[in-house]
């Protein structure tokens, strides 16, 4: 089976990463391919949309929520923290418990749905005439 995966912690530096390996150990402990992205405080590596179209499932082991999450739609998940996958054999019981629901049909699914975007109210425009107030009022308005 193919996997992939989504690593973070919260400050996003050593979990991130020790998940990232474990995952990757387990799989090939199994026999399956698995493509991890990282997102932390160095930034994300984004896997290819090609990776997601192949996967027959998607982990996330993360602490906070996942950026992009709705690249995933549709995909037999699971989600649990990064510490449930460091460690022992801990990446290979919960990639072989995961590989059971899906084959079960069991598996929950991610929704197709795109998260609510915020709108930005419009900010209140100053009347050019006005001058600043305050301290460096004087020295720039």
Excluded at 23 to 37: F, R, S, Y
Excluded at 63 to 85: N, S, Y
Excluded at 115 to 123: C, S
Aim: hydrophobic share 45%.
């Amino acid at each position: 089976m193919k996997f992939v995966a989504v690593t973070a912690c919260i400050t996003g530096i050593a979990h991130t990463y020790m998940a990232q390996a474990a995952l990757e150990q387990a799989a090939k402990k199994l026999g399956h391919e698995i493509v991890v992205e990282t997102q932390g405080s160095a930034g994300v590596n984004p896997m290819k949309p090609s990776a997601i179209e192949e996967a027959d499932g998607v982990i996330f082991a993360v602490d906070l929520q996942v950026k992009g999450r709705e690249r995933f739609a549709g995909k037999p998940f699971v989600e649990l923290g990064v510490a449930k996958v460091i460690g022992g054999d801990k990446g290979v019981n919960v990639l072989t418990e995961f590989i059971a629901a899906i084959e079960a049909g069991t598996a929950a699914k991610l929704s197709g749905e795109a998260p609510v975007a915020v709108k930005e109210e419009p900010k209140a425009e100053k009347p050019a005439g006005e001058k600043k107030k305050g301290f460096f009022g004087g020295l720039f308005g």
